[in-house]
T-cell receptor, first 115, second 111 residues
Framework: AQSVTQLGSHVSVSEGALVLLRCNYS??????LFWYVQYPNQGLQLLLK??????LVKGINGFEAEFKKSETSFHLTKPSAHMSDAAEYFC?????????????FGTGTRLLVSP | GAGVSQSPSNKVTEKGKDVELRCDPI?????LYWYRQSLGQGLEFLIY????????KSGLPSDRFSAERTGGSVSTLTIQRTQQEDSAVYLC?????????FGSGTRLTVV
């Protein structure tokens, strides 16, 4: 079975600082990996995804993540935090041979951005 | 609308009552999922519908929970004899190939 572990339930950064949100996965077969963002009282919005190919994936709002098989990691980064980045971030994993996704989520990391 | 629609957005119910939560998926999406989001628990998979196949109910926490999907479109999640531990945000998602979209959820409070 697949699983993801997000290290740190809360991460605090200053505006303009580097954002690093950690995600490690467990999967017996090559995984598909996702990062979602959730703003207050809203659903989840896809930030980026890794399926196959290039291991450095760029997403929306300046975020990117790198799939590292040797480290079983898919950490999310952004060079410079903005106040509007404050939200909850979820890493998710799936394996699929059908093209449809039964996502397994981590417990989430709340990003706090201070002025 | 263009997105996944859930109703109601908020629901307060008394312990022991039954509730129904509705999900309207994106038109053309054949896969539909229900997740539960509890404080500090992340997102817990509940049930998955894919086309005309039998649903994957492996995530339903008890027999008080059930869901159906009529005509391959709208889905209803029913919780019978609600308990306080059922309080959570219930999220619905629908998928086409490699794309999953989430609704804004129904916040259920059992008092």
């Amino acid at each position: 079975a697949q699983s993801v572990t997000q290290l740190g339930s809360h991460v605090s950064v200053s505006e303009g600082a580097l954002v690093l949100l950690r995600c490690n996965y467990s999967s017996s077969v090559p995984p598909y990996l996702f990062w979602y963002v959730q703003y207050p009282n809203q659903g989840l919005q896809l930030l980026l995804k890794y399926t196959t190919g290039a291991t450095l994936v760029k997403g929306i709002n300046g975020f990117e993540a790198e799939f590292k098989k040797s480290e079983t990691s898919f950490h999310l980064t952004k060079p410079s935090a903005h106040m509007s980045d404050a939200a909850e971030y979820f890493c998710a994993v799936t394996i699929t041979n059908t093209g449809f996704q039964k996502l397994v989520f981590g417990t989430g990391t709340r990003l706090l951005v201070s002025p | 609308g263009a997105g996944v629609s859930q109703s109601p957005s908020n629901k307060v119910t008394e312990k022991g009552k039954d509730v129904e939560l509705r999900c309207d998926p994106i038109s053309g999406h054949t896969a539909l999922y229900w997740y539960r989001q509890s404080l500090g628990q992340g997102l817990e998979f509940l049930i998955y519908f894919q086309g005309n196949s039998a649903p994957d109910k492996s995530g339903l926490p008890s027999d008080r929970f059930s869901a159906e999907r009529t005509g391959g479109s709208v889905s209803t999640l029913t919780i019978q004899r609600t308990q306080q531990e059922d309080s959570a945000v219930y999220l619905c998602a629908s998928s086409s190939t490699y794309t999953t979209s989430f609704g804004s959820g129904t916040r259920l409070t059992v008092v």
